[in-house]
């Protein structure tokens, strides 16, 4: 008997393939993401409503500290909604990266018990989040337009569409990336929570990054920075109706570009491994 065309059961396909594969199971990533969204708070007595009170009490708690206390709310247009634009969006990368990475190292019963490919799980745990911000984005929106200065709804508006798009393919990029690593050293997910510290620091999610940066290098990352970039042309299209700069359009595609296609080349390599103790 030929074994030429037999396959051998796990073996990694090519990455075209895969991807097929991927598509193909769109409908169970559709499924796991509704259901999670429904059942992710079932818990807690307020339910789904922690996903908006979270954001909501820590602006908050920023807002008393450096906006109050410290005041680094000087010299910035509608501090507020700076403030609330800067931790909502910045909570929403977090969760979607910090979940999407933990998606292999949390489903190693699926993954050992049936055969499918391991990239629907992260992409499955940023559809989640994607759906679960949608409440989140809303309460947003209602909060800068209730507290002074009311800002005016400008056709504007519509770009934080492709800007909170290209955030989440940024998201899923970096999230398949610390998947693979996590599901090999799962001390990393101990340094994530203090890598997203940091980058909350630098992305100016509560503060003017102008006023407190005077060296032009740590100038120039700051504004290389992809959330940093998400949330100025969010708050450019919101607060302040500036047409966002193509440069802030440009470093954003090209930071989600490249992190998903590396972060999806990166998974796949270790497709065969994910499950093996």
């Known amino acids: 008997m030929s074994t030429r065309e ?23 990533i559709m499924y796991d993401a509704r259901a999670r969204v429904s ?12 996903m908006i009170l ?9 807002y008393l500290i450096f906006g ?12 507020i909604g700076y403030l609330v634009i800067g931790v909502f969006l910045f909570q929403i990368s977090a969760r979607a990266i910090t979940n999407g990475a933990r998606s292999i190292q949390s489903n190693r019963a699926v993954i050992q018990a049936f055969n499918f490919p391991r990239a629907t799980l992260p992409i499955a745990v940023n559809m989640r989040e994607i759906l679960a911000s949608v409440p989140v984005l809303i309460t947003m929106l209602v909060l800068i337009l209730l507290f002074p200065p009311v800002e005016e709804i ?25 998947a693979r690593i996590i599901s090999k050293i799962n001390d990393v997910t101990h340094l994530l929570t203090f890598s997203l510290r940091i980058w909350m620091y630098a992305s100016a999610v509560f503060f003017s990054y102008e006023r407190f940066i005077d060296n032009p290098t740590l100038l120039r990352i700051v504004e290389l920075n992809p959330l ?8 450019d299209s919101l607060l302040y109706a500036v047409l966002p700069s193509w440069q802030s359009w440009a470093i954003l595609s090209a930071w989600a570009l490249t992190a998903l296609i590396v972060g999806m080349v990166f998974f796949w390599k270790a497709e065969e491994s994910y499950g093996r103790e």
Request: net charge positive; proline share 3%; charged share 15%.
């Open 54 to 62: 979270n954001p909501i009490l820590n602006g908050l708690t920023f």
């Open 6 to 28: 037999m396959v051998r059961i796990g073996a990694r396909p090519g990455f075209f393939d895969y991807l097929v594969q991927i598509w193909d199971h769109r409908e169970f």
């Open 39 to 50: 059942s992710g708070n079932r818990k807690d007595r307020l339910g789904s409503a922690w």
């Open 228 to 235: 940093f970039n998400v949330l100025d042309i969010v708050r």
């Open 68 to 79: 109050l206390l410290l005041q680094t709310s000087r010299g910035i247009e509608n501090f």
């Open 154 to 178: 400008t056709w504007l508006w519509i770009l934080i569409l492709p800007a909170l798009f290209l955030q989440a393919v940024f998201n899923l990029g970096v999230g398949l990336i610390l």
